[in-house]
């Protein structure tokens, strides 16, 4: 069978350097009018093959020598990608993979997460190295050399600097501050997080533009930017499909190919859709080329190369800032505290395991977008309703011995917590050929195992006051008051039942 990508051209790859005749990256016209009108013009040069001098951009990935075999598809021999906030949750297991499966891998972080977590007084319950004995071990263990420095998104003339160096062929960008609440704390705290991420984005596409504009630019965005439509409208990926239309006043329009309605739910998501819109423009204005990834919330702690060494493992929050819903429930689980639940909990949400959501950004990074175009996929393996969600960690974690409770505490957050939600995720798996490995519960159970160890256990617990909910959407500054604390099994599940068009 031939791989999802194979039958991408020289449009598409990043070694393609456009030298054509006509300067298509400020013509402002459509690429289906460059292909036709400028049939014959537009020539390229392969940065990888000189020798073959000036052709027309049409080699597939499948006939070229250029792109090889491996587990995932075709990829791009010795592909230079650059992974900004390498020091991250996602960042740093994003790199091993990578690096294992033969990709040259480079990447930036300024620290930012490690400090804004000890800002709070928190750490990771999963105890990791400082960045040069990672590099070490990744290279003893692994064979997996990374060539990392330690650079600022913000801090422009260092990272073009870097960019000149490298010339990275894709780029993955986490290099923002990714939680909701952190966002929510007060005035300088929102600005930050809208600084660093929106600033950075934008400084990013700037640089791009200007080094390695052939690059693909892998940005990750959220589902939250969309929000939760009370209608129950279906959460498209990102762009309406053609056949959408819009009724108003007895006349119809097409809607096709127009950005969806965003719906941001705080001022870290208000920057998720910021970058959207920026990332668009610098696409249509320069031929860049980008995909938008609208995440799910994360869990989990497995990739098998951050299993192979204690060295190696990723970061893991549970903070009431940074520690994301399903890690907090199980880190709960573990040390007795009922799992917090905010407001109803009839809230739907996707999410997706940490080792599936690393396999879809290998798929896209070698399938990129052709030049000119901002796609989005939304990267979603499962809808889950919160009520739900507690009862499947208690589930597991009874039958790993724990005796498990579930608590309703007043919700800190301004969102709605009775709502549809009908959730479009078809290109992944139709056109990146990405199917869902890790069930939930499996991976519950893999994070159990891993929290039960004596020193993680110990470093929850010491961390166990910066659990509850503190910090309010509404400002006021107070613990969120207990509702009501119930035994797993008792309830029924209300409200309503999520939809995952795949
Ligand atoms: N929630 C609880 N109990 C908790 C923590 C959270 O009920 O102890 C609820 C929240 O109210 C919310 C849902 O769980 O309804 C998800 O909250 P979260 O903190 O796990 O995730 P969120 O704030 O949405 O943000 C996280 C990441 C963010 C990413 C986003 C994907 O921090 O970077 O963009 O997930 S998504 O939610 O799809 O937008």
Redesign the pocket.
Known sequence: MKAYNAEKTCWNCPAAVFKGNVDFRACGQSMEDIKSVEEGLIVIECSRRPELGHFEPSITFDECPEWIPFQYGLMLKDMRVMILGIDGYLGWTLALKLGKLGFKVSGIDNFLRRDCVMEKGAHTIVPIERMTERLHAAREVLGVNINFRRIDILDRSTLKEFLEEVKPEAIVHYAEI????YSMVDCSHAIRVQENNVLGTLGLLFLIKEVVPETCLIKLG????YGSPLTGRPLYEGIFPADAVMKWDDREWSLGGELTPRDP??F??VS?VQDTFNVYEACKYWWLRSYDVM????YGVHTDEVAEDSRLRTRLDID?W?????N??VAQAIMGMP?????T?E?I??FIALEDAMECMVRLIISPPEPGQYDVVNQVSGLHK?SVLAETVAEAGEKAGLDVKIQKVE?P?V?ADKHPLEVVSKKLPHTFGFEPKVPLEKEISRMIDVMMQPEIKRRIEEKAHLVM?RTRWDGFKKESDVLEVYEPGTREDTGYTPVLDR
């Open positions: 990714p939680s909701a609440p959220t589902m939250g930017e739910v705080s870290y998501h998720k995440q799910g919330v994360i009431e940074f520690g994301t819903v399903v907090r429930f799992l917090t639940i905010y407001g909990g809230q949400r996707g919160l919700n957050r969102e909910p």
